[in-house]
């Protein structure tokens, strides 16, 4: 069980962070052991063929994450910055990890070191240089094709997450993020069980981080002076599937453009993510977006330099009468 400290005064500095790097080391996580994470697969089945081509999972990255639960090395997900995430930005930060940072921890990594994890100990500022250009080889390989879409489920969990925190408190907001996560007393308690992690007496605040790959755990850094704690965003579970089509009578009602956008919208989405999962242009689903808005179907709210649209009540009504 890791504990960290939440006073009143902390629970005002929790904040939340997406990142590039979290997505990186639990998707090579994910891949490690693909039955794990039974929802990734399809993801893994078509990702892998291409990272075995340049034998990326046997290189550094792959020799530093572990598969689940064996300890990630803290210094691999420095704190993100904030809500607009940028993988060149977090590579600088994790080429800058102080030496001794580096070799404390790989010292906490059970077993023998392989050569790849020997060099970067022996050399921490040659081996994050090389450790940066596998990252950004994998992520090139595995995560900038569907980088749009994972943006939009995170982008979208955020904006859940804000909305639950404004009705419900922070109580609501902490309690709701997974099974293995509940708020006591003064204290954020973390069931787990192959943890070995301090636990955090005083309240310093908390970054909460969206991922997509972390499903089904949660993952916890409570070391250091900010700590994290990824967990799996919503509509993971949709992530690789087909959008669910629309029903046909309400596609003879709206018509069927403007249905399949309101069957696609589970969950807030963007122009881009709906023209690719509906197969309508964009300039379509602008005009079909802002008929469905005028008709009391739709709502629109920013998201940093995106627009998310979602589904209303009224919008759910009807697909339910409708199914």
Do not use: K
């Amino acid at each position: 069980m890791v504990a960290i400290g939440l006073s009143a005064g902390g629970v005002a500095r929790v904040r939340f962070a997406l990142s590039c790097l979290w997505e990186v080391m639990a998707g090579v996580r994910v891949l490690r052991d693909p039955g794990r994470h039974a929802i990734h697969l399809p993801w893994a089945n078509r990702v892998r063929p291409r990272l075995a081509e340049v034998g990326l999972l046997d290189g550094l990255l792959g020799q530093l994450v572990p598969p689940a639960p064996g300890y990630l090395p803290d210094f691999l997900t420095p704190p993100p910055a904030g809500l607009t995430p940028d993988l060149d930005q977090e590579l600088a930060v994790l080429r800058a990890t102080p030496p001794e940072t580096v070799r404390t921890q790989l010292d906490l990594c059970p077993g023998p070191r392989p050569a790849a994890v020997a060099d970067l100990y022996a050399d921490p500022d040659a081996g994050l240089r090389r450790l940066a250009e596998e990252i950004g080889t994998y992520w090139r390989l595995a995560v900038a094709r569907d980088w749009p879409r994972i943006r939009a489920v995170l982008d979208a969990e955020v904006f859940h997450r804000a909305r639950r925190l404004a009705e419900d408190g922070a109580a609501g907001l902490l309690n709701d993020l997974h099974e293995r996560v509940r708020w006591e007393g003064d204290a954020l308690l973390i069931s787990q069980r192959h943890c070995d992690a301090p636990d955090v007496p005083d309240g310093s605040g908390l970054v909460l981080v969206p991922s997509v790959f972390v499903w089904p755990s949660v993952l916890s850094i409570a070391a250091g002076d900010v700590p994290q704690l990824a967990y799996p965003a919503r509509g993971v579970g949709g992530l690789w599937e087909c959008p669910a089509e629309a029903p046909d009578a309400l596609g003879a009602v709206l018509g069927r453009g403007r249905a399949r956008l309101l069957a696609a919208l589970d969950a807030p989405r963007s122009t881009t993510e709906l023209a690719r999962r509906t197969g309508l242009s964009p300039a379509g689903v602008s005009q079909h977006l802002t008929a469905l808005r005028a008709a009391g179907l739709v709502v629109t709210h920013r998201q940093g330099r995106s627009l998310l649209s979602s589904r209303t009540a009224v919008a759910e009504a009807l697909l339910g009468a409708s199914a």
